[in-house]
Each structure stands twice: as C-alpha cells, then as structure tokens.
C-alpha cells in the first residue's frame, strides 16, 4: 500500500489550501483514511479521519469547523479542505491508513499502520 500526500505550500493566515492524499495497491474503500500533522519537536497529532465503514468524519478539537475531510473511492484519493488557517496550524501533514482502526482508537496514530511521506504547510502570520 501507498499513500501519496500533495498539496501543502505557503500561505498567509486566514488562506486555505487542500491537500490530497492518493491511495494505491489496496482497496481504497476498505480503509479508514486520516489525516495527522507533526510540528517540530512535537508529537504527531490527530488532524482528521474518516472510518472505511462509512459515518460522520471525525475532526480534532483545535479544527473548530475550519477543515473538511471527504473521500472520493473513484479516484481513490483523501482531500482535506483547510481554511481560515492559523499560524499555529503549520506542520507537517501526513494522510494515513489503517484497515483495523476503530472509533477509541482512531486520534492515536500509533493505532495507524500504512503512512504517505508528508507534505509541509507554511501559514505565515
């Protein structure tokens, strides 16, 4: 399985961007599909996710209604719409993959098998 995230770059506080994250060499619509950011000297932390078996997404706190995350099985590809992005929102973005996650398990990336190589977003202030 491989996952391919783009889309990342610089961008001005309140901008957006969205970040695509492409899946191949499994069946798409089996997986759960997640995104995580990690900033430097920090922890990876839970973005947002969607659970193969369908349902509502699953957002971080912090997110506040700024992001969506949506799927499209056809392409085989994850998005995540990002707007009125912070400062603090600058990190490393990686998409995930987990064919067992479930809904107690799904913020730890620890419990998420199968990474893309991560694309960086810049907000500057």
């Known amino acids: 399985v491989q996952l391919q995230a783009f889309g990342g770059g610089l961008v001005q506080a309140g901008g957006s961007l969205r970040l695509s994250c492409a899946v191949s060499?499994?069946?798409?619509?089996?997986?759960?599909m997640g995104w995580f950011r990690q900033a430097p000297g920090k922890e990876r932390e839970f973005v947002a996710a969607?659970?193969?078996?369908?349902?509502?997404?699953y957002y971080a706190n912090f997110v506040e209604g700024r992001f969506t995350i949506s799927k499209d099985n056809a392409k085989n590809t994850v998005y995540l719409q990002m707007s009125s992005l912070k400062p603090e929102d600058t990190a490393v973005y990686y998409c995930?993959?987990?064919?067992?996650?479930?809904?107690?398990?799904?913020?730890?990336?620890?419990?998420?098998?199968?990474w893309g190589q991560g694309t960086q977003v810049t907000v500057s202030a």
């Open positions: 995930g993959g987990s064919s067992s996650v479930i809904t107690s398990t799904i913020r730890d990336h620890r419990y998420w098998n199968v």
């Open positions: 060499g499994a069946t798409f619509s089996r997986y759960s």
């Open positions: 969607l659970k193969w078996s369908g349902g509502r997404p």
